[in-house]
């Protein structure tokens, strides 16, 4: 595990409840959600707690807001936000609860779209990076956290450019067709990307963010890290677990017990289910309901022998949404209860309030059934939580498939929250299980959450975090600074043999969907021909380029042109030659493959060049193209199994040549035409890693753009290269 420094936590709300009665403050410890789970981590090291006291900034004189600040730091290592009601109403309950929440649970239908709390929420984000920044140290790990915060990351990058920066999401993120309703799409990608880390409870919802992100912003990915203009962002899935052993120890608490006792004195003998919710439209409370009516009517033997104890937590109270399903929970409750009711025995015990921990653990510990159906969830704890207060092994979990948790606990029942004679049918199935069944479950189950607790889910964060920050200094020892251009002018300057090798797309200028678009502007014919006029140098551009187009934009030029990755060459004011004798027999079996995939992918199209073919998928949909190129890669290796041609991959394109034909081949006729006292060599993707192969030792060579690479440099984009090249001519 990696040591950590000083860990800062960033949350909408502290782990503190802090209330103002009579003109005294009290403060307590919160229970539920995010503190209950990090508690005990954050406890264990140099940490701070940042986020909302829950106190309105604006009611609150300068002298109280000085002593809850000291009281905060001192007793419980937190520091607080201001917020007031404004920031509170207009962007917690306001895009919060009306915009991110119902679209990242799918419920698009409930979605808000308004600039007001946009802009609020903006504003509070902003008003986070300010505090964070007033107490932030230059080692400091900074561990932002949920839906409220997804813009803190990027305000935190541009105020602490060099910080450790984590950010983990605690509710789904939902796939492109959905995301894509959100009118500040780009803004919330961009603020999540300020991070170095962003953590998902599930592969599916990182995989979601990966697609997206690729598809609105264009970063391509690579074993979840995504290259954004200069940095690394790594995406990655962490089941967050539960402090297993609180769970499972209070069991044996004597409050637990009196309360165990209370409930089965009340419930005798019967079978118990149990539910435990925020009242919310996304928990599926409405269909469970139903399928409990749709299970005592199909199964009346098990009428007045089982006893379902649904506890749904206030939620929201003033939202009509909300409003709307408590006053329908309601009515479904009256209604089975009136239905089936006997003497001595209602089927549901409706509590809506919150409980006490050791209340909660009793239920859990009776229940011989839990419940737990969301039609869409982050995670869900609750599951969890079950399963560790069954110390004897025996009880069954029925699960939704849309919780997250269903990912790790495959051996509860797993039911679709939206069939209700799925769910009756579960519960039947629940309560008829023997009892080795359960127990060869759960121990399964439980064992699994034992090891993966909630430190572990911590801890393993951390760890990908350091890993993250120790790439970010291997790339950062890598970048072109003020002073490696400098040593580099200055060898230039003494050099008498200079030469000078530059891929073109990507390098000189930048990618166009429209290759023929891409064309060299007045300044960098300029460039070029300057530092070709200097007797001293010899300038060779090498590109995956025909050789028509290099001659049409450089013929003129007094250097050395390369076209289609080495199988052109043509030497300052010479002929074009190819490098050995090749054909282009093979293309007639080629060409109707790329057509056929070109056919199935829209947007992509052929480019046929004198000795090779190319398929260029720039503009097709990211996520068909990554499907397409790889089918297509397998296809041209069946088929040129035994032959000597072979497909070669680019900056989204495949090109098809004759196999032992590249950059690096052809560059290595210059490098050993005579003894250079100075080399540069600049490219950008993986077939300029061929020549920075060849190069010796003295040489320079630069990659334009982040990612691994055998270059000596990482330079940022294309203008920094004709920026350097620029100066070079004028030296």
Known sequence: MVKIQR?????NRLPVTIAKRDHKISYKKSVGGLATGLGSFYESYDSVWIGWCGLDADRISGTDKEKIKRRLISDYKCYPVSLNRTDIDKYYRGFCNKTVWPLFHCFTQYAVWDDRLWEHYKRVNR??????????????????????LMLLPKFLREKLPDAQIGFFLHIPFPPLEVFNL???????????????????????????????????????????????DGRTVRVDCFPMGIDFERFEKAVENKKTKRNVTKFRKELGDRKIIVSVDRLDYTKGIVNRLKAFGLFLARNPEFRGKVTWIMLAVPSRTKVEHYKQLKSKIDELVGKINGKYSGLGWIPIWYLYRSVQFEELIAMYNIADVCLVTPIKDGMNLVAKEFLATKTDGKGVLILSENAGAACELGEAIIINPNNKVEIANAIKKA???????????????????????VTRWAIDFMDILDEMDKLRDKFRKKIFTKKNKKKLVERYRKAKNRLLLLDYDGTLVAFDNKPLNAMPEGGLIETIKTLANDPKNEVVIISGRDKSTLEKWFGELNIGLVAEHGVWLREPSGNWETIEHLDDDWKKNIRPILEQFVDRTPKSF????EFSLVWHYRKADPNLAEIRASDLNDAIMHLTAHTDISAMEGNKVIEIKKTGINKGRTASRWVSKRDWDFIVSIGDDR?????????PDYAYSIKVGQGTTGAKFTIENEKEVRKLLKELGES
């Open 7 to 11: 860990l800062l936590i960033v949350s």
């Open 127 to 148: 008003k986070f990076a300010e505090t964070v920044a007033e107490i932030a140290k230059p080692d400091d790990i900074i561990w932002v956290h949920d839906y409220q």
């Open 182 to 228: 959100l009118p500040w799409r780009d803004e919330v990608l961009e603020g999540l990307l300020g991070a170095d880390l962003v953590g998902f409870h599930t592969y599916h919802y990182a995989r979601n963010f990966l697609e997206i992100t690729r598809h609105i912003k264009g970063y391509e990915h690579k074993f979840g890290d995504i290259a954004t």
């Open 431 to 453: 309560l008829s299980m023997p009892v080795e069944e359960q127990i060869k479950r759960n121990e399964v189950m439980r064992e699994r959450l034992k090891r993966y607790n």
């Open 606 to 609: 052929i480019e046929e060049k």
């Open 687 to 695: 077939t300029d890693e061929d020549v920075f192969a060849i190069l």
